[in-house]
């Protein structure tokens, strides 16, 4: 589920509100004391101060950034992130480059993580692919369901990894991850691309999908009669 601060700009909660429907992600809009969003699953929880660059700018010069950072820091989450939205050029040569660079290193230290996007459709795409990532769990959790895969029959594993790792670009480590979240070969090869592309990289997905969908029996046809 992601939760919305109502006092967000309309824009941006419309372009998460029609993003979100399309992954069939529950949000939820009520007024937060601190932060813009909280994304909360089953197994981790973020959360996330918006700040367009030029606000960003203006609560550095005035001391409110870390007062809302510490704010922040109330909250029972694994995650604690700062999205900067915009170009940043012109912030950069109002506050001077060393002032820009030592704020985000002194963000860093504070714990949180930094992340810069150029707009609001970004910043909404960002939020649901971090829905989707923290709803797989941490890559601890990815790691013991890993070895418990192991525990497995060896023969038919190995055969499984064998069947996968003959895709371009998908090695030992990530089949095991297929496996570990997917469950089997059936529900690996029926996957669709977004499913694979959080699992294994988008460009990995792009290539398994297009060598499953592919028709091969004109190319063969061709083939055997020359």
Request: cysteine-free; overall charge positive.
């Given at each position: 589920?992601?939760?919305?601060?109502?006092?967000?700009?309309?824009?941006?909660?419309?372009?998460?509100?029609?993003?979100?429907?399309?992954?069939?992600?529950?949000?939820?809009?009520?007024?937060?004391?601190?932060?813009?969003?909280?994304?909360?699953?089953?197994?981790?929880?973020?959360?996330?101060e918006r700040k367009q660059v030029f606000d960003f700018e203006s609560s550095?010069?005035?001391?409110?950034?870390?007062?809302?950072?510490r704010g922040m820091k109330d909250y029972d989450a694994d995650y604690f992130i700062l999205l900067i939205e915009g170009y940043p050029m012109p912030v950069i040569k109002q506050l001077g480059y060393d002032r820009w660079v030592g704020t985000k290193i002194a963000i860093l230290k504070f714990g949180f993580s930094i992340i810069e996007t150029s707009n609001e459709f970004e910043t909404a795409l960002f939020l649901t692919?971090?829905?989707?990532?923290?709803?797989?769990?941490?890559?601890?959790?990815?790691l013991n369901r890993i070895r418990l895969l192991k525990k497995l029959d060896r023969s038919d594993l190995d055969e499984a990894i064998d069947i996968l790792t003959g895709f371009t670009g998908i090695g030992r480590r990530k089949a095991e991850i297929l496996l570990s979240e997917l469950g089997s070969l059936q529900s690996i090869l029926s996957a669709d691309q977004s499913t694979?592309?959080?699992?294994?990289?988008t460009r990995e997905a792009k290539?398994?999908?297009?060598?499953?969908?592919?028709?091969?029996?004109?190319?063969l046809e061709t083939e055997s009669e020359s």
């Open positions: 589920m992601i939760i919305a601060d109502t006092r967000e700009p309309k824009r941006v909660l419309d372009k998460l509100r029609s993003l979100a429907e399309k992954r069939s992600i529950k949000i939820l809009f009520q007024a937060l004391a601190y932060g813009d969003y909280i994304i909360t699953t089953d197994k981790q929880t973020a959360v996330i550095i010069k005035s001391g409110r950034l870390w007062n809302q950072l692919k971090l829905h989707d990532k923290l709803s797989y769990g941490s890559n601890h959790d990815q694979l592309a959080d699992l294994i990289g290539h398994m999908r297009r060598i499953l969908t592919t028709d091969f029996r004109t190319r």
